[in-house]
């Protein structure tokens, strides 16, 4: 099975800068996609950014311009570098892995969901 480990979170000021990272491992054949959600208190889970292996990139609009995503093939591995953050970036920021597995059946497609980093902007 997969494993991703995220690191990175913390507390800061507004204006300040985090960098997270999220490391996977397994019984992983291709890793297709790999990207960043958070969860809000009191919202529900959205979008931050994703990166492709090829290296496409989408961003939510409320972090254009402040927040980069990147990756190291080598070491399948996805960063993001977090700068400008403001208290509404506040939140649990999950390490999402779309990858194909290898198996009995042949080649299949899954998601994969890492267990979370808290990041909180002070005023």
């Known amino acids: 099975q997969v494993q991703l480990v995220e690191s990175g979170g913390g507390l800061v000021q507004g204006g300040g800068s985090l960098r997270l990272s999220c490391a996977a491992s397994g019984n992983i054949f291709r890793i297709n996609t790999m990207g960043w959600y958070r969860q809000a208190p009191g919202m529900e889970r959205e979008l931050v950014t994703t990166i492709t292996s090829t290296g496409t990139t989408n961003y939510a609009d409320s972090v254009k311009g402040r927040f980069t995503i990147s990756r190291d093939n080598a070491k399948n591995t996805v960063y993001l570098q977090m700068n400008s953050l403001k208290p509404e970036d506040t939140a649990v920021y999950y390490c999402?892995?779309?990858?194909?597995?290898?198996?009995?059946?042949?080649?299949?497609?899954?998601?994969?969901w890492g267990q979370g980093t808290q990041v909180t902007v002070s005023s």
């Open positions: 999402n892995l779309r990858y194909t597995e290898l198996g009995s059946r042949g080649l299949r497609d899954r998601d994969y």
